[in-house]
């Protein structure tokens, strides 16, 4: 089992259920969730409570994964799992503001800005992706998004608009400084989006 690759033991749990081999596979991420208990805190959770979202989103990945697409499956895992830690966060956030009122998380919504929508339609037409090549964008834009403030969401959006650094300070009434270090810190964010360490 140790000196099989990751995709061959995925494809094989896919055809039948291992238990042993399932949870040999979640440990193999465990720096991952420490690295997310370490980094993204999720209020009244322990590290055991991020390891058994990961049991979780990994059977989600099991099922969803397409060995015949070629891609790799730890990349996969990995954007659904920060995805799920992100939306716990802002999922407790949003039940704070709301006086104790549960929201559904900003890929319910169905009011979703407009900008949001044609960014990945536009990637999509462009470079006619697959279907399980935009699951994965998906992913990817959902934690660039759910990493942005809300300064640095109203920012990029106008940016992605075509505004200027000056139009965009007129509208949001903040200086040309405040958005071009907004606008700064949505690319490092966007790039740190598509790492996968």
């Known amino acids: 089992m140790k000196t099989m690759t990751i995709e061959a033991l995925v494809v094989g749990l896919k055809k039948e259920f291992n238990t042993d081999v399932f949870e040999h596979i979640v440990n193999r991420y465990v720096p991952l969730y420490k690295k997310c208990f370490n980094q993204i805190k999720v209020p009244n959770y322990d590290l055991e409570d991020y390891y058994q979202e990961a049991q979780i989103i990994m059977l989600e990945a099991i099922d969803m994964y397409d060995p015949e697409k070629q891609h790799r499956f730890s990349g ?29 998380p900003l890929e319910y919504h169905s009011n979703k800005n407009q900008s949001e929508i044609n960014l990945l339609d536009q990637i999509e037409n462009h470079y006619h992706m697959s279907a ?66």
């Open 76 to 104: 996969f895992f990995k954007l659904l799992y920060k995805n799920r830690i992100i939306n716990l966060c802002r999922a407790d956030q949003a039940y704070k503001r709301g006086g104790g009122i549960k929201e559904l």
């Open 132 to 197: 399980q090549d935009m699951i994965e964008l998906k992913e990817v834009h959902n934690l660039f998004i759910d990493s942005l403030s809300s300064l640095e969401r109203k920012v990029f959006f106008n940016y992605q608009k075509g505004d200027s650094v000056r139009e965009i300070a007129k509208q949001l009434v903040i200086s040309e400084t405040q958005v071009q270090s907004a606008y700064d810190r949505c690319r490092k964010k966007l790039k740190d989006s598509f790492s996968l360490e």
